[in-house]
T-cell receptor, first 113, second 114 residues
């Protein structure tokens, strides 16, 4: 049972444009969400997070939006840069679930110069 | 070092052999996770340690897999009688506490079973 889903395996955008990565979840108990970025041969690195008490969190070029009623979150990157090319994973955790992070399958973003 | 350290970085083993993968978490972090990423797949949860609580082993794929965490610090993931489908990158992560904080990942151990 895939509780966190990233339905787009890949995304290609032009440098300077907006990248939008999407993530859906099924467990309504999830209350904390994170985005990670992963380059080849490296471990994932934390990018940005959002608590379920918010619907938006912004950090520089990165903004995460949370729609609890739709059980959907998205990561916006604007403007996109070639160095943003990586695999992006969303993750979620629930209270009383010992803090275990459940990850999506990942979306490969390619930003073309 | 300041980050999560995993060893070895690469391991090639023959089918049927046992392997041990090591993780040194960030000092002071109470939570430790093991995940694996098979080719073209997402991050599959394996096991989670949080302080002195009983580990959450719900992600271990079979009884050939086990993990321990000694003294609340270093963790070892053991795979017995390795199979080709065990080939993957095994990732360890730690976090300063449990729910509501981000986890910091090591660079992973690439395991190849031939």
């Amino acid at each position: 049972d895939q509780q966190v889903k990233q339905n787009s395996p890949s995304l290609s955008v032009q440098e300077g444009r907006i990248s939008i990565l999407n993530c859906d979840y099924t467990n309504s108990m999830f209350d904390y969400f994170l985005w990670y970025k992963k380059y080849p041969a490296e471990g994932p690195t934390f990018l940005i997070s959002i608590s379920s008490i918010k619907d938006k969190n912004e950090d520089g070029r990165f903004t995460v939006f949370l729609n609890k009623s739709a059980k959907h979150l998205s990561l916006h990157i604007v403007p996109s840069q070639p160095g943003d090319s990586a695999v992006y994973f969303c993750a979620a955790s629930a209270p009383g679930n010992t803090g275990k992070l459940i990850f999506g399958q990942g979306t490969t973003l390619q930003v073309k110069p | 070092g300041a980050g999560v350290s995993q060893s070895p970085s690469n391991k090639v083993t023959e089918k049927g052999k046992d392997v041990e993968l090591r993780c040194d978490p960030i000092s002071g972090h109470t939570a430790l996770y093991w995940y694996r990423q098979s080719l073209g797949q997402g991050l599959e949860f394996l096991i989670y340690f949080q302080g002195n609580s009983a580990p959450d082993k719900s992600g271990l794929p079979s009884d050939r897999f086990s993990a321990e965490r000694t003294g609340g610090s270093v963790s070892t993931l053991t795979i017995q009688r390795t199979q080709q489908e065990d080939s993957a990158v095994y990732l360890c992560a730690s976090s300063p506490q449990g729910q509501g904080t981000e986890a910091f990942f090591g660079q992973g151990t690439r395991l190849t079973v031939v």
